[in-house]
């Protein structure tokens, strides 16, 4: 794997497992408007992740052939 890719991919995942712990904080707590906002967050970095790993997937096969 190339480096870039690497570092994009440990980026996105830094990102996603941050909002996750910060969601699930979020749900031990009786404040849902809290909760709801770090749901949003958490699925954008979901989201991020996805595209980035699709994007290295394509662009490492690219390398592979």
């Known amino acids: ?3 870039y890719n690497y570092d994009r991919l440990k980026d996105a995942y830094r ?3 941050a909002a996750e712990t910060e969601y699930m904080k979020a749900c ?3 404040d849902e408007q809290n909760q ?3 749901e949003e967050i958490l699925n954008a970095c979901t989201d991020i992740l996805t595209v980035t790993v ?3 997937l394509e662009d490492e ?5």
């Open 54 to 56: 699709k994007d290295i």
């Open 15 to 17: 990102q996603f497992s």
């Open 28 to 30: 031990d707590q009786d």
């Open 61 to 65: 096969e690219d390398f592979i052939q």
């Open 1 to 3: 794997m190339k480096k």
């Open 36 to 38: 709801w906002e770090k």
